[in-house]
Nanobody, 116 residues
Framework: QVQLVESGGGLVQPGGSLRLSCTAS????????MGWYRQAPGKQRELVAS????????NYADSVKGRFTISRDYAKRTVYLQMNSVKPEDTAVYYC?????????WGQGTQVTVSS
C-alpha cells in the first residue's frame, strides 16, 4: 500500500510562488503517473497536473497551464508542484495521488491560501 505525504502549503499573496512536495512510501510498483489534485471549499476535487513515470511527460489543467510546473525526483520518491503567479482562485487543499487516483491513498493534503 502506498502512503503519500504532502507539504509546502501556506499563505501567499497574489502573484507569488509556492513549491509543494509529495513524498511517497510503501509499494508503488506499476504506477503509470502521479498527479496533483486540489479541492476548494464547496467544490469537487480536481486534477490540476500529472506526470508520467516512464518519460516524465506533464499534463496540466487549463486553469493552471503556464503557471504551474510538475516534476519528480525518483531517488527521493518525491513529486513537486511549482506554483507561480498564483491567483485567489488557486486557494484550496492540494493533494497528490496516482493518476488515476488510488481511492485509499489520499493523504491529509496541504492548504494553499492566496490572499493579500
Amino acid at each position: 500500500q502506498v502512503q503519500l505525504v504532502e507539504s509546502g502549503g501556506g499563505l501567499v499573496q497574489p502573484g507569488g510562488s509556492l513549491r509543494l512536495s509529495c513524498t511517497a512510501s510503501g509499494r508503488i510498483v506499476g504506477i503509470a503517473a502521479m498527479g496533483w489534485y486540489r479541492q476548494a471549499p464547496g467544490k469537487q476535487r480536481e486534477l490540476v497536473a500529472s506526470i508520467t513515470n516512464n518519460n516524465g511527460r506533464p499534463n496540466y489543467a487549463d486553469s493552471v497551464k503556464g503557471r504551474f510546473t510538475i516534476s519528480r525526483d525518483y531517488a527521493k520518491r518525491t513529486v513537486y508542484l511549482q506554483m507561480n503567479s498564483v491567483k485567489p482562485e488557486d486557494t484550496a487543499v492540494y493533494y497528490c495521488n496516482t493518476d488515476p487516483p488510488i481511492y485509499n491513498a489520499w493523504g491529509q493534503g496541504t492548504q494553499v491560501t492566496v490572499s493579500s
